[in-house]
Protein backbone atom coordinates (compact mmCIF):
# COMPACT_ATOMS: atom_id res chain seq x y z
CA UNK A 1 0.00 0.00 0.00
CA UNK A 2 1.26 3.32 -0.96
CA UNK A 3 2.29 5.86 1.91
CA UNK A 4 -0.05 8.58 1.16
CA UNK A 5 1.36 11.13 3.59
CA UNK A 6 5.37 10.12 2.57
CA UNK A 7 4.35 10.86 -1.27
CA UNK A 8 2.23 14.68 -0.39
CA UNK A 9 3.98 16.03 2.89
CA UNK A 10 7.27 17.27 1.03
CA UNK A 11 4.67 18.97 -1.51
CA UNK A 12 2.34 19.98 1.52
CA UNK A 13 4.97 21.75 3.51
CA UNK A 14 6.28 24.13 0.74
CA UNK A 15 2.50 24.68 -0.36
CA UNK A 16 1.61 25.29 3.42
CA UNK A 17 4.45 27.90 3.42
CA UNK A 18 3.07 29.84 0.87
CA UNK A 19 -0.43 30.90 -0.20
CA UNK A 20 -2.70 31.55 -2.90
CA UNK A 21 -1.80 35.43 -3.84
CA UNK A 22 1.65 34.72 -4.11
CA UNK A 23 0.97 31.06 -6.23
CA UNK A 24 -1.40 33.64 -8.82
CA UNK A 25 1.26 36.79 -8.62
CA UNK A 26 4.38 34.23 -9.04
CA UNK A 27 3.23 33.06 -12.43
CA UNK A 28 0.67 34.44 -15.10
CA UNK A 29 0.07 31.31 -16.85
CA UNK A 30 -1.02 29.57 -13.96
CA UNK A 31 -4.77 29.20 -15.24
CA UNK A 32 -3.68 27.90 -18.48
CA UNK A 33 -1.18 25.45 -16.58
CA UNK A 34 -4.07 24.42 -13.91
CA UNK A 35 -7.14 23.98 -16.27
CA UNK A 36 -8.28 21.43 -18.32
CA UNK A 37 -11.20 21.52 -21.04
CA UNK A 38 -13.12 18.70 -22.54
CA UNK A 39 -15.21 20.52 -25.75
CA UNK A 40 -17.54 22.74 -23.97
CA UNK A 41 -16.58 21.84 -20.41
CA UNK A 42 -13.82 23.36 -18.70
CA UNK A 43 -12.65 23.12 -14.55
CA UNK A 44 -9.82 25.71 -13.31
CA UNK A 45 -8.66 24.49 -10.72
CA UNK A 46 -5.67 27.13 -10.15
CA UNK A 47 -7.46 28.63 -6.87
CA UNK A 48 -6.62 24.93 -5.27
CA UNK A 49 -3.51 25.31 -2.93
CA UNK A 50 -1.36 23.13 -5.61
CA UNK A 51 1.28 23.64 -8.02
CA UNK A 52 2.93 21.40 -11.25
CA UNK A 53 4.89 19.82 -8.69
CA UNK A 54 2.23 18.73 -6.87
CA UNK A 55 -0.27 17.62 -9.56
CA UNK A 56 3.25 15.74 -11.03
CA UNK A 57 3.72 13.88 -7.12
CA UNK A 58 -0.33 13.09 -7.54
CA UNK A 59 -0.55 11.58 -11.07
CA UNK A 60 2.73 9.65 -9.83
CA UNK A 61 0.45 8.29 -7.01
CA UNK A 62 -2.23 7.40 -9.66
CA UNK A 63 -0.07 5.66 -11.68
CA UNK A 64 1.85 3.76 -8.37
CA UNK A 65 -1.71 3.51 -7.23
CA UNK A 66 -3.02 1.56 -10.53
CA UNK A 67 -5.57 3.62 -11.45
CA UNK A 68 -5.69 3.08 -15.10
CA UNK A 69 -5.85 -0.37 -14.66
CA UNK A 70 -7.95 -0.23 -12.23
CA UNK A 71 -10.75 1.39 -14.74
CA UNK A 72 -9.72 -0.92 -17.19
CA UNK A 73 -10.69 -3.66 -14.85
CA UNK A 74 -13.77 -2.49 -14.14
CA UNK A 75 -14.81 -1.83 -17.64
CA UNK A 76 -13.92 -4.99 -18.70
CA UNK A 77 -16.46 -6.79 -16.03
CA UNK A 78 -14.09 -7.80 -13.67
CA UNK A 79 -16.16 -8.37 -9.97
CA UNK A 80 -14.79 -4.53 -8.55
CA UNK A 81 -16.92 -4.89 -5.77
CA UNK A 82 -15.15 -7.40 -3.32
CA UNK A 83 -17.66 -8.05 -0.43
CA UNK A 84 -20.46 -8.35 -2.84
CA UNK A 85 -18.55 -10.29 -5.50
CA UNK A 86 -20.23 -8.12 -8.44
CA UNK A 87 -19.16 -6.00 -11.40
CA UNK A 88 -19.71 -2.77 -11.68
CA UNK A 89 -20.81 -1.75 -14.86
CA UNK A 90 -22.95 1.42 -14.64
CA UNK A 91 -21.25 2.75 -17.96
CA UNK A 92 -22.73 -0.29 -19.74
CA UNK A 93 -25.89 1.59 -19.37
CA UNK A 94 -25.07 4.05 -21.48
CA UNK A 95 -22.68 2.79 -24.30
CA UNK A 96 -19.37 3.06 -22.32
CA UNK A 97 -19.03 -0.17 -21.19
CA UNK A 98 -19.97 -3.26 -23.02
CA UNK A 99 -22.46 -5.16 -20.65
CA UNK A 100 -22.07 -8.98 -19.92
CA UNK A 101 -23.18 -11.34 -22.39
CA UNK A 102 -26.67 -12.07 -21.91
CA UNK A 103 -27.81 -9.07 -20.22
CA UNK A 104 -30.16 -7.46 -22.74
CA UNK A 105 -29.31 -3.46 -21.96
CA UNK A 106 -30.50 -2.58 -25.19
CA UNK A 107 -33.76 -3.95 -24.79
CA UNK A 108 -34.18 -3.90 -21.72
CA UNK A 109 -33.48 0.49 -22.29
CA UNK A 110 -35.91 0.54 -25.43
CA UNK A 111 -38.80 -1.58 -23.42
CA UNK A 112 -38.66 1.33 -20.54
CA UNK A 113 -38.64 4.05 -23.36
CA UNK A 114 -41.64 2.44 -25.43
CA UNK A 115 -43.72 2.82 -22.05
CA UNK A 116 -42.77 6.31 -20.97
CA UNK A 117 -43.70 6.92 -24.38
CA UNK A 118 -46.73 4.81 -24.18
CA UNK A 119 -48.27 6.99 -20.77
CA UNK A 120 -46.30 10.28 -22.66
CA UNK A 121 -48.77 10.24 -25.62
CA UNK A 122 -51.59 9.27 -23.86
CA UNK A 123 -51.72 5.58 -25.11
CA UNK A 124 -51.21 3.77 -21.55
CA UNK A 125 -53.75 6.04 -20.03
CA UNK A 126 -56.07 5.86 -16.78
CA UNK A 127 -60.25 5.57 -17.30
CA UNK A 128 -60.32 8.95 -16.69
CA UNK A 129 -57.92 10.18 -19.49
CA UNK A 130 -53.85 10.55 -19.88
CA UNK A 131 -52.03 10.68 -16.60
CA UNK A 132 -51.13 13.72 -16.08
CA UNK A 133 -48.87 13.18 -12.94
CA UNK A 134 -46.24 10.61 -12.05
CA UNK A 135 -45.74 9.56 -8.21
CA UNK A 136 -41.69 7.65 -7.65
CA UNK A 137 -41.52 5.89 -4.50
CA UNK A 138 -37.89 5.00 -3.81
CA UNK A 139 -35.44 5.70 -1.20
CA UNK A 140 -31.62 6.60 -2.00
CA UNK A 141 -30.08 5.57 -5.47
CA UNK A 142 -33.78 4.68 -6.14
CA UNK A 143 -34.75 8.60 -5.42
CA UNK A 144 -31.87 10.72 -5.71
CA UNK A 145 -31.01 10.71 -8.99
CA UNK A 146 -34.42 10.62 -10.87
CA UNK A 147 -35.36 13.48 -8.53
CA UNK A 148 -32.01 15.56 -9.19
CA UNK A 149 -32.28 14.78 -12.78
CA UNK A 150 -36.03 16.02 -13.13
CA UNK A 151 -35.32 19.10 -11.38
CA UNK A 152 -32.48 20.01 -13.13
CA UNK A 153 -34.26 19.36 -16.94
CA UNK A 154 -37.19 21.40 -15.85
CA UNK A 155 -36.99 22.53 -19.12
CA UNK A 156 -37.11 19.86 -21.16
CA UNK A 157 -40.31 18.44 -19.67
CA UNK A 158 -42.86 18.59 -21.56
CA UNK A 159 -44.69 15.02 -20.13
CA UNK A 160 -46.58 14.45 -16.99
CA UNK A 161 -45.72 16.35 -14.15
CA UNK A 162 -43.22 14.43 -11.44
CA UNK A 163 -43.14 14.26 -8.18
CA UNK A 164 -41.03 12.00 -5.48
CA UNK A 165 -41.79 10.41 -2.28
CA UNK A 166 -38.87 8.82 -0.19
CA UNK A 167 -39.51 9.43 3.65
CA UNK A 168 -40.76 6.57 5.83
CA UNK A 169 -42.45 9.83 7.31
CA UNK A 170 -46.22 9.77 6.72
CA UNK A 171 -45.92 13.15 5.79
CA UNK A 172 -43.91 12.86 2.48
CA UNK A 173 -46.35 11.02 0.61
CA UNK A 174 -49.34 12.71 2.09
CA UNK A 175 -48.20 16.28 0.99
CA UNK A 176 -47.13 15.12 -2.33
CA UNK A 177 -50.69 13.69 -3.11
CA UNK A 178 -52.66 15.94 -1.42
CA UNK A 179 -53.22 17.76 -4.62
CA UNK A 180 -53.16 15.14 -7.22
CA UNK A 181 -55.99 13.46 -8.45
CA UNK A 182 -55.23 9.70 -7.97
CA UNK A 183 -57.81 8.81 -11.24
CA UNK A 184 -55.00 10.76 -13.17
CA UNK A 185 -51.53 9.98 -11.35
CA UNK A 186 -49.43 6.85 -11.97
CA UNK A 187 -47.12 5.47 -9.25
CA UNK A 188 -43.77 4.02 -10.48
CA UNK A 189 -42.12 2.02 -7.32
CA UNK A 190 -38.72 1.85 -7.68
CA UNK A 191 -36.61 -0.10 -5.69
CA UNK A 192 -33.42 -2.04 -6.63
CA UNK A 193 -34.26 -4.94 -3.97
CA UNK A 194 -37.87 -4.36 -3.79
CA UNK A 195 -37.13 -4.92 0.12
CA UNK A 196 -36.60 -1.57 1.47
CA UNK A 197 -38.66 -0.80 4.62
CA UNK A 198 -39.64 3.03 3.44
CA UNK A 199 -40.51 2.18 -0.16
CA UNK A 200 -42.52 -0.76 0.32
CA UNK A 201 -44.30 1.27 3.25
CA UNK A 202 -45.21 4.26 1.27
CA UNK A 203 -45.92 1.71 -1.92
CA UNK A 204 -48.60 0.15 0.29
CA UNK A 205 -50.19 2.99 1.52
CA UNK A 206 -49.96 4.53 -2.49
CA UNK A 207 -51.71 1.64 -3.44
CA UNK A 208 -54.57 1.87 -0.95
CA UNK A 209 -55.04 5.71 -2.22
CA UNK A 210 -55.27 4.38 -5.50
CA UNK A 211 -57.37 1.44 -5.07
CA UNK A 212 -60.01 4.15 -3.12
CA UNK A 213 -60.58 6.41 -6.12
CA UNK A 214 -60.40 3.69 -8.83
CA UNK A 215 -60.81 0.82 -7.10
CA UNK A 216 -59.74 -2.67 -9.60
CA UNK A 217 -58.31 0.08 -11.93
CA UNK A 218 -55.41 0.47 -9.75
CA UNK A 219 -53.20 -2.08 -11.32
CA UNK A 220 -52.76 0.16 -14.32
CA UNK A 221 -51.97 3.10 -11.88
CA UNK A 222 -49.02 1.60 -11.20
CA UNK A 223 -45.37 0.34 -12.75
CA UNK A 224 -42.17 -0.98 -10.76
CA UNK A 225 -38.28 -0.56 -11.61
CA UNK A 226 -36.04 -3.33 -9.79
CA UNK A 227 -33.78 -5.55 -10.46
CA UNK A 228 -35.81 -8.23 -8.21
CA UNK A 229 -38.55 -8.74 -11.00
CA UNK A 230 -39.96 -11.53 -9.06
CA UNK A 231 -40.32 -9.43 -6.46
CA UNK A 232 -42.03 -6.62 -7.89
CA UNK A 233 -44.73 -8.98 -9.46
CA UNK A 234 -45.23 -10.83 -6.32
CA UNK A 235 -46.38 -6.83 -4.69
CA UNK A 236 -49.33 -7.55 -7.81
CA UNK A 237 -47.66 -5.49 -10.50
CA UNK A 238 -48.36 -6.42 -14.24
CA UNK A 239 -45.23 -8.01 -15.88
CA UNK A 240 -45.97 -5.18 -18.46
CA UNK A 241 -44.84 -2.65 -16.36
CA UNK A 242 -42.08 -4.41 -14.53
CA UNK A 243 -38.51 -3.05 -15.44
CA UNK A 244 -35.78 -4.57 -15.04
CA UNK A 245 -32.00 -3.87 -14.19
CA UNK A 246 -28.95 -5.93 -12.90
CA UNK A 247 -27.00 -6.70 -9.76
CA UNK A 248 -23.88 -4.78 -11.58
CA UNK A 249 -25.71 -1.90 -11.18
CA UNK A 250 -24.97 -0.18 -7.74
CA UNK A 251 -28.35 1.94 -6.30
CA UNK A 252 -26.53 5.23 -6.77
CA UNK A 253 -25.42 4.36 -9.87
CA UNK A 254 -28.66 3.22 -11.06
CA UNK A 255 -30.20 6.55 -12.61
CA UNK A 256 -28.82 5.56 -16.54
CA UNK A 257 -31.47 2.00 -15.81
CA UNK A 258 -34.95 1.53 -15.89
CA UNK A 259 -34.78 4.00 -12.64
CA UNK A 260 -34.77 6.61 -15.02
CA UNK A 261 -38.48 6.13 -16.08
CA UNK A 262 -39.88 9.15 -14.13
CA UNK A 263 -36.99 11.42 -16.22
CA UNK A 264 -37.75 9.43 -19.69
CA UNK A 265 -42.10 9.87 -18.88
CA UNK A 266 -41.16 13.72 -18.58
CA UNK A 267 -38.41 14.48 -21.12
CA UNK A 268 -38.97 11.53 -23.59
CA UNK A 269 -37.15 9.04 -24.88
CA UNK A 270 -34.79 11.06 -27.58
CA UNK A 271 -33.75 13.57 -24.56
CA UNK A 272 -33.36 10.48 -22.30
CA UNK A 273 -30.75 9.16 -24.45
CA UNK A 274 -29.16 12.58 -25.25
CA UNK A 275 -28.97 12.32 -21.05
CA UNK A 276 -26.76 8.73 -21.80
CA UNK A 277 -24.92 10.33 -24.43
CA UNK A 278 -23.75 12.70 -22.50
CA UNK A 279 -22.05 10.29 -20.10
CA UNK A 280 -20.75 8.13 -22.62
CA UNK A 281 -19.02 11.11 -23.91
CA UNK A 282 -17.15 11.33 -20.33
CA UNK A 283 -16.67 7.70 -20.52
CA UNK A 284 -14.68 8.14 -23.16
CA UNK A 285 -12.57 10.45 -22.15
CA UNK A 286 -12.03 8.80 -18.90
CA UNK A 287 -11.19 5.66 -20.63
CA UNK A 288 -9.02 7.40 -23.32
CA UNK A 289 -7.30 10.46 -21.77
CA UNK A 290 -3.99 10.77 -20.47
CA UNK A 291 -3.19 11.09 -16.13
CA UNK A 292 -2.56 14.81 -17.01
CA UNK A 293 -5.88 15.53 -18.72
CA UNK A 294 -8.39 13.29 -17.58
CA UNK A 295 -10.91 15.38 -15.89
CA UNK A 296 -12.44 13.06 -13.73
CA UNK A 297 -9.15 11.71 -12.70
CA UNK A 298 -7.40 15.12 -11.66
CA UNK A 299 -10.73 15.92 -10.11
CA UNK A 300 -9.96 12.96 -7.65
CA UNK A 301 -6.48 13.76 -7.62
CA UNK A 302 -7.21 17.86 -6.29
CA UNK A 303 -9.66 16.03 -3.82
CA UNK A 304 -6.71 13.56 -2.26
CA UNK A 305 -4.24 16.39 -2.40
CA UNK A 306 -7.08 18.47 -0.08
CA UNK A 307 -7.90 15.45 2.20
CA UNK A 308 -4.59 13.47 2.85
CA UNK A 309 -1.72 16.44 1.92
CA UNK A 310 -3.90 19.56 3.36
CA UNK A 311 -6.34 17.57 6.00
CA UNK A 312 -9.26 19.25 5.15
CA UNK A 313 -12.31 16.95 6.16
CA UNK A 314 -15.11 18.66 4.18
CA UNK A 315 -15.86 19.56 0.55
CA UNK A 316 -18.95 22.34 0.12
CA UNK A 317 -20.46 21.76 -3.16
CA UNK A 318 -22.26 24.92 -4.31
CA UNK A 319 -23.79 25.12 -8.40
CA UNK A 320 -24.58 28.25 -8.93
CA UNK A 321 -27.84 26.85 -11.03
CA UNK A 322 -30.75 26.75 -9.01
CA UNK A 323 -32.10 23.95 -11.12
CA UNK A 324 -28.78 21.73 -9.93
CA UNK A 325 -30.05 22.40 -6.13
CA UNK A 326 -30.66 18.54 -5.15
CA UNK A 327 -27.23 17.98 -7.11
CA UNK A 328 -25.38 18.22 -4.02
CA UNK A 329 -27.59 15.99 -2.43
CA UNK A 330 -27.20 13.47 -4.90
CA UNK A 331 -23.20 13.72 -4.89
CA UNK A 332 -23.28 13.28 -1.12
CA UNK A 333 -24.76 10.03 -1.63
CA UNK A 334 -22.74 9.01 -4.60
CA UNK A 335 -19.38 10.54 -2.91
CA UNK A 336 -20.27 9.87 1.00
CA UNK A 337 -22.19 5.99 0.47
CA UNK A 338 -19.20 5.49 -1.97
CA UNK A 339 -15.91 6.24 -0.13
CA UNK A 340 -17.20 6.21 3.67
CA UNK A 341 -15.04 3.57 4.34
CA UNK A 342 -12.12 2.38 7.04
CA UNK A 343 -11.54 -0.80 5.56
CA UNK A 344 -8.71 -1.75 2.82
CA UNK A 345 -10.36 -3.96 0.25
CA UNK A 346 -7.83 -6.70 1.60
CA UNK A 347 -10.24 -6.03 5.08
CA UNK A 348 -6.84 -4.52 6.76
CA UNK A 349 -7.47 -0.97 8.67
CA UNK A 350 -6.78 2.20 6.80
CA UNK A 351 -4.35 4.64 8.29
CA UNK A 352 -5.16 7.79 5.92
CA UNK A 353 -7.94 9.73 5.67
CA UNK A 354 -10.85 8.79 2.92
CA UNK A 355 -13.92 10.24 1.87
CA UNK A 356 -14.58 13.69 3.16
CA UNK A 357 -18.06 15.34 4.14
CA UNK A 358 -19.96 16.71 1.19
CA UNK A 359 -22.20 19.37 1.66
CA UNK A 360 -24.22 22.33 -0.33
CA UNK A 361 -26.69 23.86 -1.16
CA UNK A 362 -27.35 26.12 -4.45
CA UNK A 363 -25.59 29.45 -5.26
CA UNK A 364 -26.54 32.42 -4.76
CA UNK A 365 -28.75 31.32 -1.89
CA UNK A 366 -25.39 29.47 0.06
CA UNK A 367 -23.94 32.98 -0.09
CA UNK A 368 -26.22 34.17 2.70
CA UNK A 369 -26.31 31.37 5.26
CA UNK A 370 -23.04 29.31 5.12
CA UNK A 371 -20.77 31.30 3.38
CA UNK A 372 -19.89 34.02 6.05
CA UNK A 373 -17.97 30.89 7.90
CA UNK A 374 -16.42 29.59 4.34
CA UNK A 375 -14.86 33.35 4.57
CA UNK A 376 -13.81 34.06 7.93
CA UNK A 377 -14.28 30.91 9.75
CA UNK A 378 -11.46 28.73 12.00
CA UNK A 379 -11.88 26.19 9.31
CA UNK A 380 -10.86 25.74 5.77
CA UNK A 381 -13.82 24.01 3.65
CA UNK A 382 -12.67 23.42 0.10
CA UNK A 383 -15.54 24.47 -2.56
CA UNK A 384 -16.56 23.01 -5.90
CA UNK A 385 -18.15 25.89 -7.96
CA UNK A 386 -20.61 24.84 -11.03
CA UNK A 387 -21.70 27.39 -13.38
CA UNK A 388 -23.17 27.37 -16.93
CA UNK A 389 -22.44 30.13 -18.85
CA UNK A 390 -25.66 30.09 -20.80
CA UNK A 391 -29.53 30.74 -18.72
CA UNK A 392 -32.50 28.63 -20.40
CA UNK A 393 -35.03 31.39 -19.53
CA UNK A 394 -32.71 34.10 -20.84
CA UNK A 395 -31.03 36.35 -19.20
CA UNK A 396 -32.47 40.09 -19.48
CA UNK A 397 -36.03 40.60 -18.02
CA UNK A 398 -38.22 43.09 -18.94
CA UNK A 399 -36.91 45.67 -16.16
CA UNK A 400 -33.73 45.14 -17.49
CA UNK A 401 -32.22 43.13 -14.74
CA UNK A 402 -29.44 40.98 -16.51
CA UNK A 403 -29.99 38.08 -13.94
CA UNK A 404 -27.51 35.24 -15.56
CA UNK A 405 -24.83 38.37 -15.29
CA UNK A 406 -25.18 38.68 -11.55
CA UNK A 407 -25.40 34.90 -11.11
CA UNK A 408 -21.93 34.29 -12.75
CA UNK A 409 -20.41 37.16 -11.72
CA UNK A 410 -21.26 36.31 -8.10
CA UNK A 411 -20.21 32.71 -8.76
CA UNK A 412 -16.70 34.22 -9.38
CA UNK A 413 -16.65 36.81 -7.00
CA UNK A 414 -16.56 34.62 -4.30
CA UNK A 415 -14.01 32.20 -5.33
CA UNK A 416 -11.76 34.93 -6.13
CA UNK A 417 -12.53 36.77 -2.09
CA UNK A 418 -11.80 32.86 -1.09
CA UNK A 419 -8.65 32.80 -2.56
CA UNK A 420 -7.26 36.32 -2.14
CA UNK A 421 -9.13 37.65 0.64
CA UNK A 422 -8.67 40.90 1.61
CA UNK A 423 -5.73 41.88 4.33
CA UNK A 424 -5.61 43.99 7.36
CA UNK A 425 -3.86 46.78 5.15
CA UNK A 426 -6.19 46.78 2.50
CA UNK A 427 -9.18 46.99 5.26
CA UNK A 428 -7.23 50.53 6.51
CA UNK A 429 -6.69 51.27 3.44
CA UNK A 430 -10.01 51.48 2.06
CA UNK A 431 -11.49 52.59 5.00
CA UNK A 432 -9.87 55.50 5.28
CA UNK A 433 -10.28 56.33 1.45
CA UNK A 434 -13.99 55.96 2.42
CA UNK A 435 -13.36 58.78 5.24
CA UNK A 436 -13.66 56.53 8.36
CA UNK A 437 -11.86 57.72 11.56
CA UNK A 438 -9.05 55.83 13.24
CA UNK A 439 -11.14 55.01 15.94
CA UNK A 440 -13.64 53.17 13.62
CA UNK A 441 -10.74 52.07 11.57
CA UNK A 442 -9.08 50.52 14.60
CA UNK A 443 -12.20 49.17 16.18
CA UNK A 444 -13.32 47.04 12.72
CA UNK A 445 -10.31 46.19 10.13
CA UNK A 446 -9.47 42.78 11.99
CA UNK A 447 -13.58 41.91 11.55
CA UNK A 448 -13.13 43.28 7.82
CA UNK A 449 -10.00 41.03 7.09
CA UNK A 450 -10.47 37.87 4.91
CA UNK A 451 -7.67 35.71 5.42
CA UNK A 452 -7.81 34.05 2.24
CA UNK A 453 -5.57 31.31 0.68
CA UNK A 454 -9.29 29.33 0.75
CA UNK A 455 -9.28 26.62 -2.12
CA UNK A 456 -11.50 26.26 -4.63
CA UNK A 457 -12.39 24.51 -8.07
CA UNK A 458 -14.37 26.17 -11.05
CA UNK A 459 -16.06 23.83 -13.31
CA UNK A 460 -18.14 25.84 -15.96
CA UNK A 461 -20.13 24.67 -18.98
CA UNK A 462 -22.20 26.15 -21.59
CA UNK A 463 -25.33 25.43 -20.62
CA UNK A 464 -27.69 22.44 -18.49
CA UNK A 465 -29.23 20.34 -20.85
CA UNK A 466 -29.81 16.24 -20.90
CA UNK A 467 -26.13 16.04 -22.47
CA UNK A 468 -24.76 18.22 -20.11
CA UNK A 469 -26.24 16.94 -16.84
CA UNK A 470 -25.15 13.46 -17.84
CA UNK A 471 -21.65 14.46 -18.25
CA UNK A 472 -21.35 16.47 -14.96
CA UNK A 473 -22.92 13.08 -13.11
CA UNK A 474 -20.44 11.07 -14.83
CA UNK A 475 -17.49 13.09 -14.03
CA UNK A 476 -18.50 13.02 -10.61
CA UNK A 477 -19.44 9.09 -10.58
CA UNK A 478 -15.55 8.77 -12.29
CA UNK A 479 -13.88 10.86 -9.70
CA UNK A 480 -15.39 8.59 -6.72
CA UNK A 481 -13.90 5.54 -8.71
CA UNK A 482 -10.55 7.14 -8.64
CA UNK A 483 -10.22 8.08 -5.09
CA UNK A 484 -11.27 4.77 -3.77
CA UNK A 485 -8.60 2.56 -5.70
CA UNK A 486 -6.02 4.92 -4.49
CA UNK A 487 -7.49 4.77 -0.86
CA UNK A 488 -7.68 0.71 -1.75
CA UNK A 489 -11.25 0.75 -0.29
CA UNK A 490 -14.57 -0.86 -1.72
CA UNK A 491 -16.40 1.89 -3.44
CA UNK A 492 -19.12 0.38 -4.46
CA UNK A 493 -20.73 -1.73 -1.28
CA UNK A 494 -22.22 0.10 1.58
CA UNK A 495 -22.23 -1.76 4.74
CA UNK A 496 -22.44 0.98 6.59
CA UNK A 497 -26.22 1.47 6.50
CA UNK A 498 -26.84 -1.79 7.58
CA UNK A 499 -26.57 -1.29 10.99
CA UNK A 500 -29.47 1.04 11.65
CA UNK A 501 -31.48 -0.52 10.00
CA UNK A 502 -31.42 -3.47 11.93
CA UNK A 503 -31.86 -1.75 14.93
CA UNK A 504 -35.08 0.18 13.61
CA UNK A 505 -36.33 -3.20 12.99
CA UNK A 506 -35.82 -4.13 16.36
CA UNK A 507 -37.21 -1.13 17.58
CA UNK A 508 -40.33 -0.65 16.12
CA UNK A 509 -42.19 -3.19 18.41
CA UNK A 510 -40.97 -1.32 21.24
CA UNK A 511 -42.30 1.85 20.57
CA UNK A 512 -45.48 0.19 19.14
CA UNK A 513 -45.77 -1.14 23.17
CA UNK A 514 -45.65 -4.58 21.71
CA UNK A 515 -44.70 -6.55 24.95
CA UNK A 516 -42.71 -9.48 23.34
CA UNK A 517 -39.64 -8.13 22.92
CA UNK A 518 -39.93 -5.81 25.78
CA UNK A 519 -39.86 -1.94 25.62
CA UNK A 520 -38.10 -0.64 28.70
CA UNK A 521 -41.22 0.54 30.11
CA UNK A 522 -42.89 -0.46 32.94
CA UNK A 523 -46.91 -0.84 32.70
CA UNK A 524 -46.84 3.06 33.84
CA UNK A 525 -44.50 3.78 31.56
CA UNK A 526 -41.57 4.89 33.25
CA UNK A 527 -38.15 3.24 32.00
CA UNK A 528 -37.20 -0.16 34.16
CA UNK A 529 -34.11 0.47 34.59
CA UNK A 530 -32.21 3.74 33.28
CA UNK A 531 -28.55 2.54 34.06
CA UNK A 532 -28.87 -1.12 32.84
CA UNK A 533 -30.83 -1.12 29.79
CA UNK A 534 -34.34 -3.07 29.68
CA UNK A 535 -35.58 -6.71 28.90
CA UNK A 536 -34.72 -6.24 25.28
CA UNK A 537 -31.65 -5.14 26.08
CA UNK A 538 -31.50 -1.69 25.27
CA UNK A 539 -28.68 0.77 26.37
CA UNK A 540 -30.31 3.28 28.97
CA UNK A 541 -30.35 6.34 26.51
CA UNK A 542 -32.82 4.46 23.80
CA UNK A 543 -35.25 3.25 26.55
CA UNK A 544 -35.42 6.33 28.10
CA UNK A 545 -36.09 7.56 24.71
CA UNK A 546 -38.60 5.05 23.73
CA UNK A 547 -40.47 6.04 26.93
CA UNK A 548 -40.58 9.23 26.51
CA UNK A 549 -42.01 9.06 22.84
CA UNK A 550 -44.40 6.83 24.43
CA UNK A 551 -45.58 8.82 27.20
CA UNK A 552 -45.57 12.14 24.76
CA UNK A 553 -47.52 10.22 22.04
CA UNK A 554 -50.60 9.26 24.91
O1 LIG B 1 -29.25 3.21 1.86
C1 LIG B 1 -28.80 2.01 1.36
C2 LIG B 1 -29.33 1.70 0.00
O2 LIG B 1 -29.03 0.37 -0.27
C3 LIG B 1 -28.79 2.60 -1.10
O3 LIG B 1 -27.55 2.23 -1.55
C4 LIG B 1 -29.86 2.45 -2.11
O4 LIG B 1 -29.73 3.43 -3.08
C5 LIG B 1 -31.08 2.57 -1.25
O5 LIG B 1 -30.74 1.87 -0.08
C6 LIG B 1 -32.37 2.06 -1.83
O6 LIG B 1 -32.33 0.69 -2.09
P1 LIG B 1 -33.38 -0.01 -3.02
O7 LIG B 1 -33.29 0.59 -4.38
O8 LIG B 1 -33.04 -1.47 -3.02
O9 LIG B 1 -34.76 0.22 -2.45
Request: a negative charge; charged letters at 25%.
Amino acid sequence: MIDLAERLEPHAARLRATDLRTLFAADPDRFARLSLRLDDLLIDFSKEKLDAQAMAALRALARDAGVEEARDAMVAGAHWNLTEDRAVLHMALRGGAAAPAGDDVDGTRARMLAFAEAVRSGRHAAQAGPFTDIVNIGIGGSDLGPAMVARALEPDRDGPRLHFVSNVDRAHLADVTRDLDPARTLVIVASKTFTTLETMMNARAARAWLRRAVGDDAGRHMAAVSSNVAGAAAFGIDDSRVFGFWDWVGGRYSVWSSIGLPVAMGIGAAAFRAFLDGAASMDRHFRAAPLARNLPVVLALVGIWRRNAMGWPMVALVPYDQRLARFPAYVQQLDMESNGKRTHRGGAPVAHATGPVIWGEAGTNAQHSFFQLLHQGTDVVPVDFIANAVSRDGADDETGGDHQAALLASCLAQSQALALGRTEAEVRARMAEQGADTGDIDRLAAHRTFPGDRPSTTILQRRLDPFTLGRLIALYEHKVFVQGVIWDIDSVDQRGVELGKERAAELVPALRGDGASGDGTSDDGASDDGARGDRAGLDASTAGLVAALRELSQ
